[in-house]
């Protein structure tokens, strides 16, 4: 898993710089924000981020927003690292998109207990959008057959009009040509007028 530290302290990178690599972070460092935006636009993505509040060019509130406004970078796990320490500042922070707020000077154990919960949160992230793969998948394979369903269901129900057209076309002609039929038959078979006896002997 990858990692972007960003702090203008060369000390206090180190320290997590060699922290975070025992706990099988691949690191990345960056001493101002705007180097350190720059070399997420240049790198494959880290998942973790470490910002100072305070830094040259661009401060970790605006990388922050940076990040969040990104598509392609929002699902990051974001921990802001600063000495402001009052609850204004920690508001300001996790509205600025900060996942977590860890104050300076800081334990290393506490560290590694909320780097520990950013990875959790990022497995979970994971395993979440294999499973909207998984259903989107699954949900193309069912339209298709109903579409199938539905094309055949029209061409059945367009014959069956075709059909029905032809029978009652067939079926009138048969009509009328009975019809026709009969009317000559009655006229053959009509009987004649009977003559008068006057008639017969003349």
């Not at 790198?43 to 305070?54: H, K, N, R, V, Y």
């Not at 401060?59 to 796990?77: F, K, N, S, T, V």
């Not at 977590?100 to 979970?124: C, M, Q, S, W």
Request: charged letters at 25%.
């Amino acid at each position: 898993m990858r990692a972007l530290i960003a702090d203008d302290d060369r000390g206090t990178t180190a320290i997590l710089a060699k922290s975070l690599g025992r706990w099988n972070f691949d690191v990345t460092v960056a001493h101002d924000g705007g180097t350190a935006w720059d070399l997420l636009a240049a790198t494959e993505d880290p998942s973790l981020a470490i910002l100072d509040w305070m830094m040259p060019t661009l401060d970790g509130l605006g990388l922050c927003r940076r990040i969040r406004q990104d598509p392609a970078r929002a699902h990051m796990y974001v921990i802001l690292l600063t000495g402001r320490d009052s609850r204004a500042d920690l508001v300001a922070g996790l509205d600025a998109g900060a996942d977590d707020y860890l104050i300076k000077p800081f334990d290393l154990e506490e560290l590694r207990a909320r780097v520990h919960v950013g990875i959790r949160v990022l497995t979970l992230q994971e395993r979440l959008a294999a499973r909207v793969i998984e259903l989107r998948s699954a949900l193309a394979n069912v339209k298709q057959p109903a579409a199938c369903f539905r094309f055949a269901a029209t061409a059945s129900a367009s014959a069956a009009t075709r059909i029905t057209g032809s029978r009652w076309t067939a079926t009138s002609r048969i009509t009328r040509t009975s019809s026709s039929a009969m009317g000559s038959v009655r006229r053959v078979s009509r009987p004649c007028a009977p003559t008068s006896s006057a008639a017969r002997y003349e």
